[in-house]
């Protein structure tokens, strides 16, 4: 059972930046964030791996950092140039023998 807590949300400024955390239990390969806005279906945000490689959804390439400390089981999610539509309950995900696991999720509200 991998367990994932996130932290880093809160009410930040349109224009502004925030960071996200995400801790585990245990290193896994591939780790990602993904957020859900009200109304909405969860979407994928970002995905780093054990070595480096990291992608981006188009709406926050750009503005939006992942980064990892492997020696801290930790990901990150630097986000920058925030806007209202970035207001989302933001998820930690990590998959481990094609089971994914989930955080609780960080709130993140852009105020206009």
């Known amino acids: 059972q991998v367990q994932l807590v996130e932290s880093g949300g809160g009410l930040v400024q349109a224009g502004g930046s925030r960071r996200l955390s995400c801790a585990a239990s245990e290193n896994i390969n591939t780790m990602a964030w993904y957020r859900q806005a009200p109304g909405k279906q969860r979407e994928w945000v970002a995905t780093?791996?054990?070595?480096?490689?990291?992608n981006y959804a188009d709406s926050v390439q750009g503005r939006f950092t992942i980064s990892r400390d492997n020696a801290k089981n930790t990901v990150y999610l630097q986000m920058n140039s925030l806007n209202p539509e970035d207001t989302a309950v933001y998820y930690c995900n990590a998959k481990k023998f094609s089971v994914n696991y989930w955080g609780q999720g960080t709130q993140v509200t852009v105020s206009a």
């Open positions: 780093i791996t054990n070595g480096g490689i990291k």
